[in-house]
């Protein structure tokens, strides 16, 4: 999750990989030591709070920046609901690494490390799907689907602008993460079902986050998106990442990306690298 212009959000199978490879060559590993290196030295002495995405396995963090926890997600207001291409977190099902990328957040990230049917991976007679300049989507590729909270009275919209009210303080904003990777069955789950969202007790709220894939990892951070990996992100973030990956059909994904979402997506979005540096990740919680 990261910001564009006011606020707004940026965001393998073996398919996109050979795409990615024949075209492009990834970079080395010193362009990301690089950056980082430049992480950490924008962050000097400015006592920036923890950051995201991080592996949620590793419960330990060396952070001392502390802000209240964000109320549980029913609780709150839905805002936005976007994805990446490639997990941005590290952890549970998904901790195979797709490679350093082009540098700029794409083609990197983590996939699911589980295994798929080859029914599962058969090609779309259309191709691939959510195409954009940096990338696009095959069955087998994972996502990484972000639901934002909000607890101002804001109602679901485009970019993390809808999430805050212009001229008032900053609300307390949580992550509902869940990780898919996409299939080639019309059996599998729905994206338009799961991206759904009704009116509950007067708060908005997605309808079908998926509530069998483990217990949510809770820990505070911050937003996320390549435009931050040589500095920090000043924005709190309370985040519950699931550990499971859950299979969608992956031709729900692609009209999702075409229709007229009232988020107006229509593409995965890049990844910030992983935080690995202690000084720079929180204590993970139970509280969920």
Not at 103 to 130: D, H, I, R
Not at 144 to 151: C, D, K, M, P
Request: proline share 5%; glycine share 8%.
């Amino acid at each position: 999750m990261i910001l564009r212009n006011t606020i707004r959000f940026v965001g393998l199978s073996l398919l996109s990989s050979a795409a990615f490879a024949a075209n492009q060559v990834a970079v080395s590993d010193d362009v990301i030591l690089k950056q980082r290196q430049a992480l950490q030295e924008s962050t000097k002495g400015q006592g920036v709070g923890p950051q995201s995405p991080r592996d949620i396995d590793i419960k330990f963090g060396r952070n001392i920046q502390t802000f209240a926890q964000a109320p549980v997600s029913s609780n709150m207001n839905l805002c936005n609901i976007h994805f990446h291409k490639n997990a941005e977190h590290k952890g549970g099902e998904f901790t195979k690494y797709a490679g350093n990328g082009d540098g700029q957040g794409f083609q990197t990230g983590y996939v699911y490390s589980g295994q798929l049917s080859q029914q599962e991976l058969e090609p779309l007679k259309g191709g691939a799907v959510c195409k954009s300049k940096h990338s696009e989507l095959f069955p087998g590729d994972t996502i990484e689907v972000h639901y934002v909270y909000s607890t101002a009275k804001v109602e679901p919209g485009p970019t993390l602008g809808a999430c805050i009210i212009k001229g008032q303080a900053s609300p307390q904003l949580r992550v509902e993460t869940q990780v898919y990777v996409t299939v080639n069955d019309n059996n599998a789950l729905n994206f338009k079902a799961l991206t759904a969202h009704d009116l509950r007790n007067g708060l908005y709220q997605a309808t079908h986050i998926p509530n069998n894939t483990g217990t949510p990892v809770t820990y505070a951070g911050s937003t996320t998106g390549p435009s931050y990996n040589e500095k920090a992100s000043p924005y709190q973030v309370t985040w519950n990442v699931r550990p499971n990956v859950a299979k969608v059909d992956i031709q729900s994904v692609g009209d999702w990306c075409d229709s007229q979402n009232i988020y107006q997506e229509d593409h995965a979005h890049g990844v910030r690298n992983l935080i690995t540096n202690l000084d720079f990740l929180s204590k993970v919680t139970d509280a969920n």
